[in-house]
């Protein structure tokens, strides 16, 4: 399937600046999910977006999915060092359960 | 704590080797997949499995060869690989279209 452009690809920022990632897709999508791999780890599953608009919050992650479906975001606000990682965005899209990945955005905070 | 296991962690192969990836998922789904992760390349899908039966190959070699005897346990045989091959290795489960869950991955390496 086609893939979801994410940009940036790279992230420094100092600890405690706010971080976003953004994904974006020229189809409409089922649904969006957000994963994380710390450095040397595996992807874990974060959030799932479906409903056009939504917003979703965990702590200091604040997710949005697109009225059009077609992007989302991932907002750190406040980092900290243990936001270290990669975060991929994933979609769902033409009745396939199966996610497409992103190429990731590595997040490199500085204490 | 992740409830799919894939052993070894690491392995390291000459091009001539056989040898083969183990993923055991303790979580009752019914989908089973192969991601390879290189370097600067995104998460691409190789094979997905569904109720043991191949829903998916993503036109990988045939150098690689999958095997799911039952919905908790999926292989992945390696034979005459190429250097091009070392990559991290990740199993992954899903029951329907719910988010993947991840093993910790094999890291090969191709001599």
């Known amino acids: 399937g086609q893939q979801v452009m994410q940009i940036p690809q790279y992230q420094h920022v100092q600890e405690g600046e706010d971080f976003t990632t953004y994904c974006n897709s020229s189809?409409?999508?089922?649904?969006i999910q957000w994963y994380k791999q710390r450095p040397g780890g595996h992807p874990v599953f974060l959030i799932q977006?479906?409903?056009?608009?939504e917003v979703k919050k965990q702590k200091r992650l604040t997710f949005q999915f697109g009225e059009a479906k077609k992007n989302s975001s991932l907002h750190i606000t406040a980092t900290q060092t243990t936001d270290v990682g990669t975060y991929f965005c994933?979609?769902?899209?033409?009745?396939?359960?199966?996610?497409?990945f992103g190429r990731g955005t590595s997040l490199i905070v500085h204490p | 704590e992740t409830g799919v296991t894939q052993t070894p962690r690491h392995l390291v192969m000459g091009m001539t080797n056989k040898k083969s990836l183990k993923c055991e998922q303790h979580?009752?789904?019914?989908?089973m997949y192969w991601y390879k992760q290189s370097a600067k390349k995104p998460l691409e899908l190789m094979f997905v499995?569904?109720?043991?039966?191949?829903?998916e190959n993503n036109s990988v070699p045939s150098r690689f060869s999958p095997e799911c005897p039952n919905s908790s346990h999926l292989f992945l045989h390696l034979h005459t690989l190429q250097p091009e091959d070392s990559a991290l290795y990740l199993c992954?489960?899903?029951?329907?279209?719910?988010?993947?869950?991840f093993g910790n991955g094999t890291r090969l390496t191709v001599t």
């Open positions: 977006l479906v409903k056009s608009g």
């Open positions: 189809t409409t999508l089922s649904n």
């Open positions: 979580l009752g789904h019914n989908a």
């Open positions: 992954a489960s899903s029951q329907d279209n719910s988010p993947l869950h």
């Open positions: 994933a979609k769902t899209s033409g009745g396939s359960y199966i996610p497409t």
């Open positions: 499995y569904n109720f043991k039966e191949q829903t």
